[in-house]
């Protein structure tokens, strides 16, 4: 088929002008990439996150992290406590299982629960009063005190001082010792060869209130 060229038909020229220009328009548009660079599309949504992610974070935020940081620590150290005082506990548990530990706590009770005698105080037996004067010392079961004997104006007797014992009379019966310490003070005293009674004291006398033995 024979066709004629657009140069020489000047509606086709025309046409092929305006095709062109419109050619040149569309490649302005187009954004060629660097060597080495991506073009990447992303949607209006996709651009605001970055942004956010890209700002920095806000002082309340940052008090906020903080705190959480700090209360997670508290709660660590709390933890810690805890397990050391569960420690703490079975520790004591197994020292109160132990006899020497039993005995160390009951002589603390019985220490604590025990009514202390006044100076000046007065105390009787049956045969005699005892003035009391101080407290000479405090054993595992019982108080110590320096006593002198009361007597009667008429009395020409000398002036003593002595030891009395004491021990409550309320209290745990295995905790009592008074009573045994009396049987064998009384027991040396029978002995009629004066050696034998060498190394104890003399049990001068005995007896009881509401309160004590003595
Ligand atoms: N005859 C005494 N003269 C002076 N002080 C005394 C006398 N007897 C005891 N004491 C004092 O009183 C304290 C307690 O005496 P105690 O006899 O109760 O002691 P303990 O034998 O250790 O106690 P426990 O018999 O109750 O276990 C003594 O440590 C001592 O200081």
């Known amino acids: 088929m024979i066709r004629k060229t657009s140069a020489e038909d000047p509606a086709k020229q025309q046409q092929h002008l305006e095709q062109a220009k419109e050619k040149d328009k569309e ?4 954004v060629i990439p660097q060597k080495g660079a991506t ?3 992303i949607t ?17 935020e940052e008090v906020a992290k903080k705190k959480t ?11 810690k406590g805890a397990v ?59 108080d110590v005190y320096r006593v002198r004997k009361e007597k009667n104006k008429e009395s020409k007797e000398e002036v003593m001082d002595y030891a009395m014992k004491t021990e409550m ?8 010792r008074l009573k045994i310490e009396v049987m064998v003070l009384e027991a040396i005293r029978e002995q009629l060869k ?7 004291v003399e049990l001068i006398d005995k007896g009881k209130t509401d309160t004590y033995k003595a």
């Open 39 to 41: 073009i990447t599309c």
């Open 194 to 200: 004066e050696d034998r009674r060498t190394h104890f």
């Open 27 to 30: 490649k302005e548009k187009q």
């Open 169 to 176: 009379v309320m209290g745990e019966k295995r905790l009592l």
């Open 69 to 79: 940081l700090t209360d997670r620590k508290i709660k660590m150290f709390e933890v």
């Open 44 to 60: 209006k949504e996709e651009k605001d996150k970055k942004e956010d992610s890209r700002k920095k974070p806000k002082k309340n």
């Open 84 to 142: 050391a005082n569960e420690r703490k506990k079975s520790d004591e548990k197994e020292k109160q299982k132990s006899p020497e530990g039993r005995r160390r706590r009951e002589r603390k009770k019985s220490k604590m629960r025990r009514e202390k005698l006044r100076d000046g105080m007065a105390v009787r037996s049956e045969a005699f009063s005892w003035k009391v004067i101080s407290r000479l010392g405090s054993g595992g079961f019982g």
